[in-house]
């Protein structure tokens, strides 16, 4: 584990000094983010020019969802995006035998070595987004709500991840340049919606089969409304069996790989 | 065979390598993004307990949300990266070889992307309404349907010259996806791809009716579903050439400069 720490702190280390090589990047990529949570919350503003309630939330609720939903993209963005952003690439050319020889686990190596720095303004900017709309939420809240809120959201973030995984992996097997990276960006689109508006079989599959729903939405409902524990227990359960199935994935798809490009 | 023809069967080489990636793409994100649409808009329309909001009934949304994912990836074309990604490898040399303009070459490999994904949206939409036509909706009209996607068509040649501009920076930046990005968002969403433009507030309306971004994905979508008058098409034909050649000019002044810049040895 401490070697692990170590070797994390050297990710970082090596991701801010390339960071600041692309000056001009760096710049361009906050200004993009920004633009990004811009138009999120213009979105629903413009939605609540017409409506007073959205799946039972009000505007300054709905901020807050907003808000969490864009730390939940910051932390992914700061994180894996750039990692898995390669993966594909990698196992589809025949990269990954650089990394299966080397004596670290080889999915901690090819999700983490990319730190991008240049997202973490991002991730500052988005946390003082989320600071403004709890500051302008009109209902008490306590210091273990706010607490449970950012722990959910930062299991919202590794589900994110699992997602993400979910749909490069099949590379393994298509050997495709980019698996289903398309499909992953259009699906995230579940997550910046609150879960209530989705029904019957479309909620079945955003909420257990490739949750997205639960990434932001479920967080967000146990902090506005009465902690339930059927909520949080679906929230665990979802978890756990998506790390099961994604470990599961990534295993039989080390099988598979020929390591001969494609 | 002329040297076009070549060009468009390598390209719909290269867009149908992987066929099965391609169409679970392609139907999943179609799929995906008229479903979330239509959850959200049928609450706010339940919970407003209305018919109609702003011109539209819930029936109209779905058919406007089915039509943008396909509108917006036949304006994304070839996809970001089409000349920057090809500035920064170096690679950009070749097409400077080439016995033809590169800027022939680049428009017509990002119009062959932009053609195809029409042919799917002409595709889609037929099956969608034969299969799901309501009273509400006026009757499907082909003539609508082939006018909605050839403004679709002129609209991805205008949105083209605009990548293009800022693709054309990468001979001074390093990287620069993150302005082709923000440049998508701006578009789908003053475009009317998040929410029609008609839910904007009016100053806003008025304002854009100036700009190139009404006529990239609204206009074409409302007159592929018969909500657009003549007039109307009109001056969406008009306005995306007039910002076509606007884009035209700058290009031509940031490639004369851009291309002493240029030294075809890549990162």
Partial sequence: MKRYVRLYLYFLQFSFSKAMEFRLDFSFRIIMDIVYSLVNILFFKILFQHTTLIAGWRED??????????????????????????????????????????????LFFLSLREFSANSF??????????????????????????????????NGALMYYCCQMLLILPVFWTQSARGFMDLFYSMGIAMERPDRIFKGWLRVLFTIVLPFALIASFPVRLFLEKFNWPTFLHLVAVTILLWILMLGIWRRGLRAYSSASS | ???????????????????????????GQTLIQLLVARSLWQMIFASEGVKVMNGYSLEMMN?????????????????????????????????????????????????????FYGLQLFLLYSLYRLFFTTSSITVMDFSNLLLGVGLFLLASLTYLLMAMLIELIALWADNIWTLIVML?????????????????????????????????????????????????IFRAIALLLIWALIFMELIKIVWKRGEKQYTGVGI
């Fill in chain 2, 1 to 27: 065979m002329n040297w076009w023809k070549h060009v468009m069967l390598m390209e719909l080489r290269k867009i149908l390598a992987y066929r099965s990636d391609f169409w679970i793409t392609f139907l």
């Fill in chain 1, 61 to 106: 609720q709905m901020l807050i969802f907003v808000a969490s939903y864009i730390l939940v993209d910051a932390i992914s963005m700061t994180v894996f995006s750039t990692n898995m952003w390669w993966l594909a690439f990698q196992i589809n050319k025949g990269d990954l035998d650089y990394h299966l020889i080397r004596p670290v686990s080889p």
């Fill in chain 1, 121 to 154: 303004m991002n991730l500052l900017i988005s946390i003082g987004l989320l600071t403004y709309a709890l500051g302008h939420y009109a209902d008490p809240f306590s210091w273990s709500d706010l607490f449970l809120l950012l722990a959910l959201l930062i």
């Fill in chain 2, 63 to 115: 058919l406007y949300y089915l039509i943008i994912p396909i509108g917006t990836r036949m304006l994304s074309g070839e996809n970001i990266g089409f000349v920057s990604r090809e500035i920064y490898e170096g690679t950009f040399t070749r097409y400077l070889l080439y016995p033809i303009s590169v800027f022939q070459y680049k428009t017509l490999t990002y119009m062959t992307y932009s053609l």
């Fill in chain 2, 184 to 232: 998508k968002f701006f578009v789908t969403f003053l475009g009317g791809g998040f929410v029609p433009l008609t839910f904007f507030p009016a100053l806003f309306q008025d304002i854009l009716r100036w700009t190139p971004f009404p006529y990239l994905i609204q206009v074409p979508a409302q007159t592929i579903m018969g909500m657009s008058q003549s007039q109307d």
